[in-house]
């Protein structure tokens, strides 16, 4: 089964000033979102590879379009996460099986690495649910500079049988970071921890 895109949006934010002082660099985050139809709405089934299938086709697709949103190789993105709202017709576990089994492997491809677990949120919702992706440092869950997220929405989407699925990027961490922790700079990157 292959994926039925209704949509894919791509999404830039470059923060300049925070805090009242001047962010140089900016610190930017690019969201790719993809609105697909759930083949499974509305019916329970036991065998959700198929779905599983689908997360390996836009763990593809939709890492390249962030990344070259924000116009960087992909060994430069610093922070991932990834996100999906069901419809009202799907199940929070179809929204898992997208997330959890295949996307992470071709989303490190592009990146050409990612020892961390990638961050990820699931939700059920209707027509514009925010999603809250949570990102975290590619390679070390422990820098707490990169702990951030990034909110997207589709205005019409999800529809009922419906799918949105996001995953972000960034280059850099929070602006202006200062709660301490370990530093990007000490990151090993070896057991996705430090």
Same mark, same amino acid.
């Given at each position: 089964?292959?994926?039925?895109?209704?949509?894919?949006?791509?999404?830039?934010?470059?923060?300049?000033?925070?805090?009242?002082?001047?962010?140089?660099?900016?610190?930017?985050?690019?969201?790719?979102?993809?609105?697909?139809?759930?083949?499974?709405?509305?019916?329970?089934?036991?065998?959700?590879?198929?779905?599983?299938?689908?997360?390996?086709?836009?763990?593809?697709?939709?890492?390249?379009?962030?990344?070259?949103?924000?116009?960087?190789?992909?060994?430069?993105?610093?922070?991932?996460?990834?996100?999906?709202?069901?419809?009202?017709?799907?199940?929070?576990?179809?929204?898992?099986?997208?997330?959890?089994?295949? !996307? %992470?492997? /071709?989303?490190?491809?592009? +990146? =050409?690495?990612?020892? &961390?677990?990638?961050?990820? @949120?699931?939700?059920? #919702?209707? !027509? %514009?649910? /925010?999603?809250?992706?949570? +990102? =975290?440092?590619?390679? &070390?869950?422990?820098?707490? @500079?990169?702990?951030? #997220?990034?909110?997207?929405?589709?205005?019409?989407?999800?529809?009922?049988?419906?799918?949105?699925?996001?995953?972000?990027?960034?280059?850099? #961490?929070?602006?202006?970071?200062?709660?301490?922790?370990?530093?990007?700079?000490?990151?090993?990157?070896?057991?996705?921890?430090?």
């Amino acid at each position: 089964m292959s994926v039925e895109i209704r949509r894919i949006i791509t999404i830039v934010e470059e923060t300049r000033e925070e805090g009242g002082r001047p962010v140089d660099p900016p610190t930017r985050r690019a969201a790719a979102v993809a609105v697909i139809r759930n083949p499974f709405a509305g019916r329970y089934v036991d065998d959700l590879s198929a779905l599983s299938d689908i997360g390996a086709e836009l763990g593809e697709i939709l890492p390249k379009r962030a990344v070259a949103a924000l116009g960087i190789p992909g060994d430069q993105v610093e922070s991932f996460g990834k996100a999906a709202a069901v419809g009202a017709n799907g199940e929070l576990e179809h929204a898992a099986a997208i997330l959890h089994p295949k !996307l %992470g492997a /071709p989303f490190r491809d592009v +990146l =050409g690495t990612g020892a &961390a677990l990638i961050p990820s @949120s699931k939700k059920r #919702g209707g !027509l %514009g649910v /925010p999603l809250d992706v949570p +990102l =975290g440092h590619k390679d &070390a869950a422990k820098v707490r @500079s990169h702990f951030d #997220g990034m909110e997207v929405r589709v205005p019409d989407a999800p529809r009922d049988d419906e799918i949105v699925v996001a995953i972000a990027v960034t280059d850099s #961490g929070r602006p202006h970071p200062r709660v301490g922790g370990l530093t990007k700079e000490q990151v090993v990157g070896k057991d996705g921890l430090i």
